[in-house]
């Protein structure tokens, strides 16, 4: 026993053995359940298609029900007529089918003479032709039947003797008796038995699940978790509401192009247009390939029927005019650009389920893997199916900044700021975005873990990252067409609605007072470190889209060596950027040092700390013995507009008002 602690002590530590015991067994449990999925999928199947028709046909049930039909009835109803409409649709099929049977012989003569042309023009008697003409032969001679010497010569001496002495067996041949009507009936139903089976179990579980939807709704909240019964049940509703809206929309679409299909088709002259209408509407539901293997059948049905190519001309001219149309313009009006999964979990989801339950999992991929992406945005256990499958950032907002400020690439993190700002405002960006993640850097640098070689890449990066959104201004634009980038709506989701909303109009220069119009009249600095000037760059920027030229300089300029040479002239306010609340004695001494150089001007701390309360940046401007004290890059703007004899504009918070009165 002792040799056994002994050696978990010296390997691996508990926790480490509890998480490796726990991946262990989560690895288990993730096979059992897909094992239980393959081996059960004649169980499975039925319900997930029954769970998917119970999202399109809820509307429905709830409109019947605010009629004052009983509920009862209203789902009985609507689930007989969702049914009637897809047997009406099985038996058209089935219909055509059987008619397209029946004229496949009529078109292999124009198929051949269609072949026989397009060898003529390739002129394809090389080494491919010969090659072809000897397999064709090889598989003839194999199906040849065996030849007179052991065919019909060997039956003509059967039950005679041979050279050898021996006979030769007579064949026998076993005849079934004709099969009774019974057999007839029997041969009949044998193979709807297995749909039939399938169809009813759908039917009841639709039944049971619309019937039984609140008490369903329960039981999931008391497995998502109980605690916080409001928010579960908010969730819950939300994502059975968004996904309805969502299949609605696909089945609405899906019909709407099989019927222009088959509409087209009919126009053409295709045979069995409505069957590939109907196939075209139901592809659609597979991602990527569905829409090209719907046009494959039409189009080789189109080269076989057509003497000439004019008819598979017009069939490829319909499916390429009709597709990117419904996919880049009506889906994402109806829907948005996609159904909120990434493109890697559509291809592996199609896998998995295609490998699991065949070609109906191919169909069935995308709305599965949509329900668990919904239920992984709003139930907090199943988050990991978001994180896994949806299309949103793995990272927040934030941390995206951050990481591509420490990977050197602010042209792109410049890329996805342009993508927000046809939402929303530069000095948005600015605060909830850009300043949070050098807020992340911050904390980085507290416990040690950013050196300083680093944190200067991060202020080279930001400087950048501003200079390229140098031509930006601070207005909140006209939402024509809102941004299809998921990293920049998530963007767009984080900011709150008490942000500060309205639109400024930039300072002329000749509006401004005379201490104002100088070269640069805004000066900021940085606090301590390369991160306080990587703030201090943004709101330079954010000054320069006001109209009112600014300075950075950086925290070197603070020294007693290097303040005497500092440049003022011209200058009307000076902005003191500082990422931590941390150091007031280092901020109380830089005011000093600057009331001593520039007596007569504004000095504004910028505590851009988070979660600052207006009471605590009081405390600190008063410690400081700063002129005013700002919480946000928008809050310090307002208070250099002010100062600048700019007129206040209505609707600000009490706290920006206060600031700027003391400014």
């Known amino acids: 026993m002792s040799l056994i602690t002994r050696k978990i002590t010296n390997g691996r530590t508990t926790d480490e053995l509890m998480a490796l015991l726990s991946a262990v067994a989560c690895s288990i449990l993730a096979a059992l359940f897909i094992a239980a999925l393959y081996f059960g999928r004649q169980i499975f199947v039925p319900i997930a298609l029954a769970i998917l028709l119970s999202f399109v046909l809820g509307p429905p049930v ?55 042309s397009v060898r003529g023009v390739t002129a394809s008697s090389g080494t491919l032709e010969r090659a072809a003409d000897m397999l064709q032969e090889l598989s003839q001679e194999l199906d040849r039947p065996k030849d007179d010497k052991s065919g019909r010569g060997a039956i003509s001496r059967l039950g005679i003797p041979n050279g050898a002495g021996t006979t030769l067996p007579i064949p026998v041949e076993v005849r079934q008796p004709d099969p009774g009507a019974l057999e007839n009936l029997r041969t009949l139903i044998a193979p709807l038995l297995n749909p039939l089976a399938t169809t009813g179990i759908i039917i009841i579980f639709v039944i049971f699940i619309l019937i039984q939807r609140e008490d369903l709704r329960n039981r999931l909240i008391r497995l998502a978790g109980s605690h916080d019964l409001q928010r579960t049940t908010a969730a819950l509703d939300d994502a059975a509401t968004r996904l309805s809206r969502l299949f609605l929309a696909q ?37 990527y390939i569905g829409s090209a293997i719907s046009a494959a059948f039409p189009l080789a049905l189109a080269a076989a029927v057509d003497p000439g190519w004019s008819m598979l001309a017009w069939t490829l001219a319909l499916f390429l005019g009709v597709g990117p149309i419904v996919s880049q313009v009506i889906e994402p009006l109806a829907y948005g650009q996609s159904t909120g999964l990434s493109p890697v979990a559509i291809v592996v989801s199609a896998t998995f389920w295609t490998a699991l339950w065949g070609p109906i999992g191919l169909v069935l991929a995308t709305p599965l893997t949509v329900c668990l992406v919904v239920l992984g945005r709003h139930v907090e256990r199943l988050e990991f199916l978001d994180v896994i499958f949806g299309d949103r950032p793995a990272l927040s907002p934030p941390e995206m900044f951050y990481q591509r400020m420490l990977a050197g690439d602010p042209t792109e993190a ?41 944190m200067t890449k991060i202020r080279d990066a930001v400087t950048e990252f501003a200079s390229d959104l140098s031509t930006q201004d601070d207005s909140i634009p006209e939402v024509t067409s809102p941004t299809m980038d998921a990293e920049a709506a998530a963007a767009v989701e984080t900011v709150p609605d008490a942000a500060i909303s309205s639109n400024l109009p930039v300072v002329q220069k000749a509006d401004l007072p005379l201490d104002w119009q100088g070269e640069y009249p805004v000066l900021c600095l940085a606090g301590r470190t390369p991160l306080d000037e990587a703030a201090a760059v943004l709101f330079g920027q954010l000054a320069n889209a006001h109209g009112l030229a600014a300075r950075v300089e950086s925290a070197d300029a603070l020294s007693t060596t290097n303040i005497s040479k500092l440049e003022t002239a011209g200058v009307a306010i000076v902005c003191l950027s500082y990422l931590d609340a941390s150091s007031p004695a280092h901020m109380r001494y830089s005011v000093r040092r600057l009331r001593r150089k520039l007596p007569k001007t504004t000095i504004m701390l910028g505590c851009w700390a988070e979660n600052i309360d207006k009471e605590s940046l009081e405390e600190l401007r008063e410690v400081a013995k700063a002129d005013t004290a700002a919480g946000s890059l928008r809050e310090a703007m307002m208070i250099c507009r002010t100062s600048a004899g700019v007129q206040e504009p209505d609707g600000l918070p009490n706290h920006v008002t206060a600031a700027v009165r003391i400014a």
């Open 62 to 116: 709830g409109l019947l029900q605010r009629a004052r039909v009983p509920r009862g009835l209203a789902v009985v109803g609507v689930v007989l007529l969702a049914f009637s409409v897809i047997f009406g649709l099985g038996s058209l099929i089935a219909n055509q089918l059987s008619q397209l049977a029946g004229d496949l012989p009529v078109y292999q003569s124009t198929m051949r003479e269609k072949i026989k």
């Open 251 to 287: 089945l609405t679409i899906n019909a709407t192009f099989g019927v222009i299909i088959a509409a087209g088709l009919t126009f053409i002259g295709v045979p069995s247009a409505i069957l590939w209408g109907i196939l075209a509407a139901v592809l659609r539901f597979v991602p």
């Open 414 to 454: 410049a890329g996805k700021a342009e993508e927000f700002l046809k939402e929303k405002s530069l000095s948005s960006y600015f605060d909830e975005v850009a300043l949070k993640g050098l807020l992340l850097a911050q904390a980085d640098a507290r416990r040690g873990a950013l050196d300083q070689p680093r």
